[in-house]
């Protein structure tokens, strides 16, 4: 069974930094790509970043650039999200996920299991 494990979210002011982890168990994070998803309230889950099993390839949605890095320490089966100049629209549920692939896939769909999500929230 695998199971992810999402921390580091909170409270924080806008301009702000958080660093969420994503620990994984039950599957070797090595081989699959993973990925951060987000969901707002009153709002379909959105994809943020993903990042290729060897760490080489990243996609990043269009509001974070800039703003938000994805690392992964393969050894730890551990995936990382810098969050940088956060912003009160960056306030959502963030969520791990892993895939059954080494690709990097964009869409939910692309994912077989997620973790239980921490919560984001930026103040103006």
């Known amino acids: 069974q695998v199971q992810l494990v999402e921390s580091g979210g909170g409270l924080v002011q806008a301009g702000g930094s958080l660093r969420l982890s994503c620990v994984a168990s039950g599957r070797t994070v090595s081989s699959y790509a993973m990925g951060w998803f987000r969901q707002a309230p009153g709002k379909e889950r959105e994809f943020v970043v993903a990042i290729s099993w060897s760490g080489r390839v990243t996609y990043f949605a269009d509001s974070v650039k800039g703003r938000f890095t994805i690392s992964r320490d393969n050894a730890k089966n551990t995936v990382y999200l810098q969050m940088n100049s956060l912003k009160p629209e960056d306030t959502a549920v963030y969520y791990c996920?892993?895939?059954?692939?080494?690709?990097?896939?964009?869409?939910?769909?692309?994912?077989?299991?997620w973790g239980q999500g921490t919560q984001v929230t930026v103040s103006s």
């Open positions: 996920a892993i895939a059954p692939t080494g690709e990097v896939p964009k869409s939910p769909l692309g994912y077989d299991y």
